[in-house]
């Protein structure tokens, strides 16, 4: 249950559009001075080593961020995104790949709160390091799903909730329209970030009907796909479902994402998706 080790896959493609997506969320909420949460149910370790066994094993970060690092020009909009990335690598070499704890970390105010929840064992441990001393963050052992029961709505009705879970759990995509029509329930202003893998194209599409089902207003949809659907193992493309979208970042998207296939779809094989699938 609990096998997944997202350091395997820290930095890929997948990793990159969710957390281009994500600072571009806590910008536009970084707006105005009224704090709010940042509420993250699946959060590994926080950081990754890109030279580790793990990493070095399957090699994704090589054809996900390893090729924007490459660029000697990138978009304005990526800006906040690489700046953190370049606090923890300082010099030319990419060393360090940071989970969504770490770039919220970074990103988030002094009056902004935290709330991280992992199960894993081992990478339990390692993001309460990460959060030892910080006094804006509480981070638990405890199942991801219930928190959005548990901790919403925040005090100061402002948030962004990221639930992305390994999906190797296959209820993962049952669980997760039946959590987020609960959380909406409690906290229908909030930005909720869905990020998800196209492993099985019947599989993924089922659940974003689901959630399109629900009768939740305002839901955009960003997928990057490398390669076409197909029947084979492994991952061909990922998304982001976002309810409660920034005004802004349909437009920003339809900046990045063209840029970003011409960078990252090395073998011209891929495609991506900028939808709003329920208006206001």
């Known amino acids: 249950m609990l096998s997944y080790r997202h350091s395997y896959h820290a930095g890929n493609h997948a ?3 969710k957390h281009i997506v994500l600072t571009l969320c806590i910008n ?13 149910t699946h959060s590994g370790a926080g950081r990754y080593l890109l030279q580790s066994e793990h990493s070095e094993k399957t090699g994704e970060y090589l054809s996900g961020i390893n090729l924007i690092w490459q660029q000697s020009e990138t978009p ?3 800006n906040t995104y690489l700046s953190v990335l370049k ?5 030319d070499n990419l060393k360090y790949y940071l989970g969504s704890p770490l770039i919220a970390k970074q990103l988030l105010r002094e009056q902004d709160k ?3 929840t992992e199960l894993h064992p081992t990478d339990y441990p390692l993001l309460r390091q990460e959060f030892s001393k910080d006094k804006r963050a509480r981070v638990l052992r405890e199942d991801g799903f219930s928190q959005l029961k548990s901790k919403l709505p925040p005090e100061s009705r402002r948030g962004i909730v990221l639930i992305d879970p390994s999906y190797e759990i296959k209820d993962d995509y049952q669980k997760i329209p039946k959590a987020l029509l609960e959380a909406y329930k409690r906290f229908a202003t909030g930005i909720y970030l869905i990020w ?12 974003i009907d689901e959630i399109v089902n629900l009768g939740i207003k305002k839901i955009s949809q960003f997928e990057f796909a490398i390669k076409p659907d197909n029947n084979q193992k492994g991952m061909t493309a990922s998304g982001m479902i976002v309810i409660n979208p920034p005004w ?3 437009q920003q998207m339809q900046t990045i994402m063209p840029w970003l296939k011409n960078t990252l779809d090395t073998e011209k094989t891929g495609n991506y998706l900028i939808k709003e699938l329920v208006p206001e």
Do not use: G, H
């Open 15 to 17: 990793d990159v559009l």
């Open 28 to 40: 536009s909420l970084k707006e105005k001075e009224k704090p709010f949460l940042y509420l993250d």
């Open 76 to 78: 304005e909009l990526l």
């Open 87 to 91: 606090r923890y690598n300082p010099f």
């Open 114 to 116: 935290i709330n991280l």
């Open 196 to 207: 998800y893998p196209v492993v099985s194209r019947t599989q993924t599409q089922k659940m």
């Open 248 to 250: 802004k970042l349909q």
